[in-house]
């Protein structure tokens, strides 16, 4: 099995404990995703639940939907091809991005929201060890 091509596909991609639960021997590799979360686990309790998580999905897609009908197919294009561009700016590995260019684009960087307040990066349950983040990301494990 060549899995040249699969490892360059998984490169620019973090393990996440609810992604890739399982290791070589059929057991969670907590070294490289961290300790298994029962949360990542529960189904939604509530209906607006979903809703409330894909909110900025949605929203995005009524912007670009109005922005296509006002301004013609190249606007909404350009917009995505900035948010995509914006998305792929990142800190290290195992430091956590803030994509203030991105909060830029969606004119969310003067707003304070829920994620500003109890999303602290430093109160993370998972912390990863640098050296591993950094050579699993570039594809050396």
Known sequence: ?????????????????G??????????DSLRSGFSSVKNDILPSHSLELS????????DKINFS????IQGLHAPLKLQM???A???IQRLPF???????????????????FQ??????????MMGEPHLMVEYKLGLV
Request: net charge negative; charged share 25%.
């Open 1 to 17: 099995m060549n899995t040249r091509g699969l490892r360059s596909q998984m490169k620019d991609s973090v393990p996440v404990a």
């Open 19 to 28: 992604l890739c639960p399982q290791g070589s021997y059929g057991v969670q």
């Open 52 to 59: 409330e998580k894909n909110f900025q999905l949605n929203q």
């Open 66 to 69: 109005t922005l296509r009908n």
């Open 82 to 84: 900035e948010y995509r």
């Open 86 to 88: 914006a998305r792929q």
């Open 95 to 113: 430091l956590q991005s803030s994509h203030l260019a991105l909060d830029t684009l969606r004119n969310n960087d003067e707003s304070i929201s």
């Open 116 to 125: 500003d307040i109890l999303n602290d990066p430093t109160q993370s349950e």
